[in-house]
């Protein structure tokens, strides 16, 4: 097969970056073009250089960031992986389905238009299809979200809940990585020793986009589900890496045990259809007293490339009719840039690009 | 007046330092001696420093560490302030208060006991009499404990918005500073841009001893109170000053305009009397977006000494009938040794000592 | 006698708030006003507050911050303490001094001007006089600044080295806490887990100014120290307080207990006078194997003003005909705002003011 | 080829954890078994992971922990990796080696040892044959060690400066990781916000070990090399890579272009022989102004198995006759198992395996 050119769009940024590591030598997709913001003009890609762990190849450090040229992008490439900033990327992906491109995107800006999907394959796959209402659809061009980052640590593990048990009530706290915030984002002064009890408009976005993603999209409309979240939301010092705390109140009172076993047995749409980086196990449970920890948990899911895809969760504890548990994943993998890949592997696989 | 001799005991932990920092200069209070197991015996207050933020006189640092002798505390102080690690608290604390001993202590040992109260001068007052009712008040010795340091940060919000609103159930997870392991405490390779998702025993203390404290004392018997709390606890990289997240359902559905001015308005026994470790204000309320912060909010209280006493609370938010509050506090001060000072300080204004 | 009226400019900074907690009750001083950038008219203390450790008085945080006013400064205030960044500092102090203020300063414009002195009154008290010759003193306008923080460090060290054994070599190397960066500085992706080997003009500015400070100022000239010194500066993730390792020669071979009691015995002028912001001891050695820390040593000097005004050395060790030294201070109290003080406070002892 | 069989000693502890990483699916090795004390006995590696940012496969997690039993490790293995603690390895990795075992080591036990050598394939590959001088040799027995962590960092590039201009002098300062100082390792309450000035025994370490290394090895005797070294060691909060500055004196004045051509022109043994290990280019040299940094380039080296096993310079100035230079290397994959995975690789190739 032909590999499909895309176009990364927000190169210089930290999901940007994680865009083109989830890209490297990817089977399905080739990479056209990185693409940034005049700023960046003429520097090439080990200039602007902001993820920690990986290490990229040196053709690929050594690629030139091109300014944003919508144009070029819609003559070129099939699909945009959008890593802009949520602020700035509306109109430019509105204008990228315009012109028959694909874009698939981790920007906030159109995740609750009504014809526009929160996508988790392993969560809401037939959302997939809502796209096919879009007005641009037709020629090719379309938007697919995915979660912000602190929705997507949580959506599996609620959803498997949900299918399961019923769901009726979220209690969340959050203990957000610092990537989460872009670069420069936080100052050090507010960062280092320090808890931060505010991420704007984050609390809002979890409540709404879970209730987005895990309800029905039917005849042309998303149904909201009806479960009730209630979130806090805060940043701690740690690089990469979402832990949330849950307390659940469900449809039903399983064991602790049948809770385990729901979440180990589950296999969503990537996994039956062995998507490139699809996590072999979605969900994964530590029984350790102590896990997930973000320094030893922010990578589960495999050895290539799904690390980082799955979302661990662990002291899962009963108190009267509330489930206690913790959950974590990768915000800028699994919660940004490897959300949208998955999505973009199961277009290709559902036969959409 | 003369100054009441005490006894510092668990000199060489974060929280006996802590307790010299409070009793330097106290009005009422006079070192007698420092003390600690036998492994520090020979060493000075210099050698053995924990405490990052506090400067200690040249006199203080220089004072010896004599290892732990309950018959010579009992001969020479009226009070023993411990901080004791808990595992090692109890029978020492028993002994004490045998010999005639007044012991304040923040040791989780005896806390449950059935006689012993767990004080907060602003929430329980009057469950300081209780100790009339402990076999060993009769020859003067007696226990007073103060509340684990997550349960003190929210302990006196919840009674406040208990008695102006009613109280059903709290919802709870904690951001707590590394100085409440202790030293040496959390491995650094543990903490350093991570969080741990558990505390042993702390969740299950938060909700005993929250239900403790907000009950009353009547006839020789403590009743608990009857608000339902879930916690999460985590541990994250901050020094001192444990943040909380707090949902909560209350008796009725207030504005957050009153629960503001509920806060603002309280004051409790210590502020009445004008007990030196008093804060003025006990809880703070910032307005900003963004806090409290363990960083900026940590030391509220005053410029003296009732420095780190307060607590603080913000982003007071209501979604439907549930009210979201952040509140912080200083662990080792307010939530640890200063909460034993101020129980002390009440003791001795109420004519106990 | 008449409190001295002072400014305080640049009050919304890092350095700016450090010159408000070291001008609260002051003895000599005080403060008729806040100044700042147009940016944070309307803004109170309370609104920008920076300095993590100190608590400020309920009025102090209250205090409304006004936009700088050359003309208005200049009619109300002696002096002005200025904690304006480097890069605009230059014209508005030059134009205070013309309209007859004092100006005590932390930036570095005016650092390397021909009249202008980097005082560090235990140091260089004689270089004070240099004001004299500067063309505004004889309308009671002047510019005093004070060295670089990572300079500040080490200045007093050196300088006792040369006077009692010669110095001929220093090789140095930083580890510089973030605050001098100021707010925001250094974005916390780049500080958490993180060293950074670069200041901008650090390394050429600790060469320079050690020269200037440690020289004589004689028949209207500068003459610069003939030690070379070669600098390697890095910035670490602590939040206050710079540690420097030295490796020196000097001009003879002393035992490390000779340097010890040479450190030891020092005293300078501000203790000769008793100045109010005036360590006790301005060089204390430390015995202990691993010791200065930042942690453990940066508040040293006293336990009121004088709080993080001594610089902290230890580890001296000798190898063939060098010595090894660490040496830690507060980068924003004695290494900012505190030096101006000092430097202030000698200024009236001295009569020029 | 049929792999060589080769026990993990130390399989709990960091370094013992990176060996497992570099031997998985190893072309020439194959993990024979996972050794440590009984403290570990019946545990996993799922149970005691250490390391942050590796995945392991799933069944080397499941791998269970032996307890050491040289006569078992004699009997099947033909090598074995130590990561034993220092101040335990020697007496059973001489054991090791009287029964036939070659033992590649990161523990510091040996390294002084007259007749074993500190190697590092780059740099000194021909002190590999003097094992051929060990006494256990005959019967296939031996010992060679790695240099400790902070040596090997910077010996390639000295080495290649030494070779290229000559060496007079080393003035080193170093900002050392946490996972250098092993599991629990340093205290988080020292570690957070801190720097240590002090590792014990590593300024001298590195000041011997340095000239052993980069001496010759003739007629069964190690020389020690001329040039001086003056070390001074510090511990910063960060999780692994060791960053250094360095003020040399060379034998001769090159330009700064000068050195960076000969650093990025060397290759070593381990390059030329293409050794699986081998970083593709040994001493990569950044041009930007705030590099090497921990954060960014601790994993140089290659994106496969040569992960992390490159050292990166930076910053490389000339001031009068010194040359200041901050250099970079992964503290546990290059300074720990990296470096005697690299080792063994050589000795295969050359024929003494």
């Known amino acids: 097969m032909e590999k499909i050119k895309v176009a990364i769009l927000g190169a210089t940024g930290m999901i940007g970056q994680r865009f083109i590591e989830m890209l490297e030598d990817h089977p399905y997709f080739e990479m056209e073009g990185l693409y940034a913001s005049e700023r960046s003009e003429g520097k090439s890609l080990r200039d602007v250089l902001k993820v920690r762990d990986y290490v990229y190849k040196e053709e690929t450090l050594d690629t030139k960031i091109e300014v944003m040229d919508v144009s070029k992008i819609a003559k070129n490439c099939r699909i945009a992986f959008s890593g802009i900033p949520s602020d700035l990327a509306g109109p430019t992906e509105t204008e990228l389905a315009e012109n028959g491109v694909g874009v698939f995107t981790n920007a906030g800006s159109h995740r609750m238009d009504a014809d526009v999907p929160i996508l988790i394959p392993e969560v809401n796959p037939d959302h997939l299809f809502s796209v096919k209402d879009q007005k641009t659809f037709s020629n090719g061009g379309f938007i697919i979200t995915n979660a912000n980052c602190s929705s997507t640590g949580i959506a599996a593990p609620l959803a498997v809940l949900r299918d399961t048990f019923g769901l009726e009530e979220a209690f969340i706290s959050t203990y957000q990585a610092l990537s989460g915030a872009g670069y420069p984002g936080v100052p050090s002064l507010d960062a280092v020793g320090n808890v931060i009890p505010y991420i704007g408009g984050e609390e809002e976005k979890m409540e709404s986009e879970l209730a987005k993603m895990l309800g029905t999209y039917e005849n042309g ?9 209630f979130a806090n939301c805060a940043r701690v010092p740690v690089v990469d890496g979402h ?11 399983p064991s602790v045990e049948e809770i385990i076993d729901a979440f180990e047995k589950f296999k969503g749409e990537p996994q039956l259809l ?5 996590p072999p196990q979605p969900i994964i449970v530590r029984k350790e007293a102590n896990r997930p920890q973000p320094a030893y948990d922010v990578f589960a899911g495999g050895t290539g490339r799904s690390k980082g895809m799955a979302v661990t969760v662990g002291r899962i504890r009963k108190k009267e009719e509330y489930y206690k ?29």
Chains 1, 2, 3, 4 share one sequence.
């Open 325 to 353: 548990i913790f959950a974590l994943s990768h915000n800028t993998l699994r919660g940004g840039a490897g959300g949208s890949v998955l999505n973009a592997e199961l277009a290709v696989k559902k036969g959409l690009i």
């Open 274 to 278: 062995d998507l490139p980086s699809a």
């Open 221 to 229: 409309k998303f149904n909201f589900a009806k479960f009730r979240t």
């Open 243 to 253: 832990l949330e705390s849950l307390t659940l109140k469900l449809g039903s009172e």
